[in-house]
């Protein structure tokens, strides 16, 4: 897929989406790094700017079925909000060595900040119909099972596999589309 393929044409629709840390270093896995973003999605969850269909957080990327009346804004805050607070937290936490990868993994056109936490971009595709919404939300929800964490999806705490078993997930999903 060309990277011309990669872009938000129709807002207000759904989209998958994937945001990927610099260098795929593994934020995640700092149950408090994760926090932050997922405490953020909430934010925009609670204040109508996204609707959120399924998710999966991985050690080093996230992915989202969501949609937004300006999803490309939305997206941008959320990556700049949470880049903000983990490298806040990072130096809270004196993590110098992650916060010299963040550092040096930093794209040299980039001179209004000193570190990077995400990949530029976040790679949404329209999701087109019911089938599409299907395949996108199994291939999230077995992600972790692919690489061997858990053996069932919804046994994966930062997943909406669980909230499409009927259970409480981390977060809100709207799983009526």
Known sequence: MSRSSYKIVEEGRVYFLTCTIVDWIPLFSNPDVAAIVLDSIRFLQNNDRLILYGYVLMEHHLHLIASAGDLSKEMHDFKSYTAHKITEYLKQQNMMSLLQQLESSKLAHKKDRTYQVWQEGSHPEMIKDEAMMR????????????KGYVDEPAHWRYSSARNY????GLLEVCIEW
């Open 135 to 146: 395949q996108k939300l199994d291939y999230i929800h077995y992600n972790p099972v692919k």
């Open 165 to 168: 078993e009927g259970k409480k």
